[in-house]
């Protein structure tokens, strides 16, 4: 649980604890491609630890409503994460994100156009840009998913990404004059985007969703990586290939995105049975008055 508590919270006085602050780190966990259950356990640990504190120094520590409120647990955290954007929302998300700050811009750009998560994309090196006029891709970390002994070996290991002509544009010229091994999305102090990249972008992110009149408390930058799997089965590409190219688990799509699977399949089937139209007969030939 330590390493996903950020400084402002770990240097932090209990006492001075409000609970906004902590429902906004519970919140955050989702950007960090966290499942409900493990972040309702890091939640349910962390108020074990602060009820401690507080019986420690009860006539110091009066703010129990701050974590039984902050950190309640989050039932509809998946229905949250599922969150899936058309197209055309995603260009309007994609060009405030350049509005707001270019580097966010090219970052978001890159996680619409690939569905990375976060943290792969904010590892990718200028070497992991594959340019070519007009088949470009990138190379793209994996994620350290599956814990165990290979995780960091797992990190290491990368998978080909095909990326459009426009985006890889934009990434060679934004790695110009960048060594082979610089990280290839930068933010504005020249820093990669962190391990923990979300506690860099958040309340941009928020900011951006909340201008386009969407529920920002519900949106995390995952509705990229969610949007482009969808897209995917909705076009009926091979799952095996969806999952490949997500860096996921075929299981994993099936589970996750049932209900387009099954509404796209049921689509198809259902329209191949479909009565044909008759043909129509010709019309009939009317002789001119005399």
């Known amino acids: 649980m330590l390493k996903h508590l950020p400084d402002a919270l770990l240097n932090k006085q209990v006492a001075l604890l409000e609970s906004s602050e902590l429902t906004d780190w519970r919140n955050g966990l989702l950007d960090d491609d966290l499942k409900a259950s493990s972040i309702n356990r890091y939640s349910k640990s962390l108020c074990a630890a602060l009820e401690l504190a507080r019986g420690n120094d009860p006539a110091r520590i009066r703010n129990r409503d701050a974590w039984e409120t902050g950190l309640a647990r989050l039932p509809n955290a998946q229905k949250a994460r599922n969150v899936v954007l058309p197209d055309h929302r995603i260009h309007v998300f994609v060009a405030a994100a350049y509005a707001k700050n270019p580097r966010l811009g090219l970052y978001v750009d890159t996680l619409a156009g690939t569905g990375a998560r976060p943290s792969q994309a904010s590892r990718l090196r200028v070497e992991d840009l594959h340019y070519h006029p007009t088949k470009p891709k990138l190379m793209m970390p994996k994620a ?23 985006l890889a544009k934009r990434l060679k010229a934004a790695a110009a004059g960048r060594d082979d091994d610089a990280p290839l999305l930068l933010r504005t102090d020249d820093q990669d985007w962190g391990d923990r990249p979300s506690q860099n972008y958040r309340d941009d992110v928020r900011e951006i969703f909340t201008a386009m009149g969407e529920d920002a408390s519900k949106m995390t930058l995952y509705c990229l990586r969610h949007s482009s799997i969808t897209r995917m089965i909705l076009k009926r590409l091979p799952l095996k290939l969806i999952a490949g190219l997500h860096n996921t688990s075929i299981s994993e ?26 043909e129509p007969e010709p019309m009939p030939v009317l002789e001119a008055a005399e």
């Open 144 to 166: 350290g998913k599956g814990g165990g002994r290979t995780r960091a070996e797992r990190k290491h290991e990368h998978f080909s990404v095909p990326i459009s002509v426009a």
């Open 253 to 278: 799509v099936e589970r996750t995105y049932a209900k387009f699977i099954t509404e796209t399949e049921i689509d198809a089937m259902t329209r191949a049975g479909l009565l044909d139209e008759p």
